[in-house]
C-alpha cells in the first residue's frame, strides 16, 4: 500500500510539472513587458505611485505599444496575522483593491518576495509561508510574482553553507521551486520571475523550477557602464531563450536622467535583441518626448516581440549582433560599444549574416526604408548608440 502510495504521488508530481511548463510558455510566449516600481521608486513607493503608473501607461499609448505588467518590486510588505497570512504595510492600504484598479484599465498587476524570511530591504519575505502567500497573491489577482534570493543567503549563512557550493545551489534550487509549485496549486496564472542574479548559472535550471524569466546579472543602474557591461555580457546565453522562459538582463533606466538618447536607445536596441524582458522602471507620469519615442519605437518592440523567440547573438566583432525572426528576416544592431569620441564606422557584410544577393533594409530608428543592399552596408553609429536594421529577400 505504501509503495502505491508513493506510486501516485510522483505521478501527481510529474502531472504537475508538465502541467506548469505548458502553463509557462502560454503565459510569457514573448517576454513580459511593463513597468516595475524599483529603479525611480525604490522603497519610497506608494500606492498612488502605482496607480499613476498604471494611469500613464494607458495615456501615454504604453499598453497600447505591449507593456500590461505593473510591478510592485519591495517595501509594499507588512506583518503577518496571527494565522501567519501576509498583509500589507500602510503605504499599500489594500492590495486586492489595488490590483482591481490595475486590471480595470486593461492591465496586470504584479507584486514582489523572497525565498527568505526578509526581502532584500528587510521586509516579510515568504520563507515558511510558501503556500499561504501563494494563496494571497491568488486571491489579490496577482499576475506576476518577482522572487529575489536576498533573504534566502542569510538562512545559507546562518546553516554554514557558504562555501558548501553543492548544497547551497541545491537550497536555492529547492527554494525556487518550492514556490513554484504553491504558484501552481493557487490556481491563477503568475508569471514567475526567478530574481538571483545569475547565482549558480541560473539559465541551466530555470525553465525546470518553473522560472518564465531569470535574472542573468547583478542590479543595473542608470548609467552607460552599468548597461553596456551587463547588456553585452550576455553573449553566449542564447541558447537557454525560448517562449515561456527567458533571461534577464534586468530593467530598463531610459528616462531616469543617468544617460543620454543614444545611449538609451542603445539599451533598448540590446535588449530587443537579446528577446529580454522589457520592463520600464522611470516615472512614466513625467515621461519627455524622447523618453516615449524610444520606450515606444513599435519597429524595436515587434524585434523583442518576434514569436520565433529566438535569443540574438554576437556575430564577430563585439558591437555586431544578428538575431533572426519568424517571417525569415534577420535584425541587425551595430553598437558603439567603445564610445569613441570620434564615431568609427562599422562595415557589416551580407554575407556574414547568412545572405547571398539584394536584401531588402529598414533603419529601425530612424523608420525609413534603405532600399536594396548588395553586398554589404557601411554604418556609423553615434557615441554610445547603435543603429539597427531589419533585412529581408
Known sequence: MVASHLTLAVL???SLTLGAAAQSAQLAATPPMGWNSWNHFAEKVTDADVRAAADAMVATGMRDAGYVYVNVDDTWEGERDAA???RSNSRFPDMK???????????????????????????????????????????WGVDFLKYDLC?????????????????????????????????????RPIVYSLCEY??????????AVGGNLWRTTDDISDSFRSMALIGFSQAGLERYAKPGHWNDPDMLEIGNGGMNADEYRTQMSLWAMLAAPLLAGNDLSRM?????????NKEVIAIDQDTLGVQG????????????????AKAVALFNFVTDDVPQPITLRLKDVGYRGLVHARDLWEHKDLGMLKDSITVTPPKGGVVMLRLWQ
Open 288 to 296: 519627455d518626448e524622447t523618453t516615449k519615442s524610444i520606450l515606444m
Open 313 to 328: 547573438s554576437r556575430q564577430g566583432p563585439l558591437q555586431v549582433w544578428v538575431r533572426p525572426l519568424a517571417n525569415g
Open 84 to 86: 501567519g497570512n501576509i
Open 97 to 139: 483593491a489595488l490590483a482591481d484598479y490595475v486590471h480595470a484599465r486593461g492591465l496586470k498587476f504584479g507584486i514582489y518576495s523572497s525565498p527568505g524570511p526578509k526581502t532584500c530591504a528587510g521586509f516579510e519575505g515568504s520563507y515558511g509561508h510558501e503556500e499561504q502567500d501563494a494563496r494571497t497573491y491568488a486571491a
Open 12 to 14: 501527481w508530481a510529474g
Open 198 to 207: 545569475g547565482a549558480d548559472s541560473v539559465w541551466e535550471w530555470g525553465t
Open 151 to 187: 533573504g534566502l543567503r542569510d538562512v545559507i549563512g546562518r546553516q554554514n553553507l557558504q562555501d558548501d557550493r553543492a548544497k547551497s545551489s541545491a537550497m536555492i534550487r529547492e527554494a525556487y521551486e518550492k514556490m513554484h509549485q504553491a504558484l501552481v496549486r493557487g490556481g
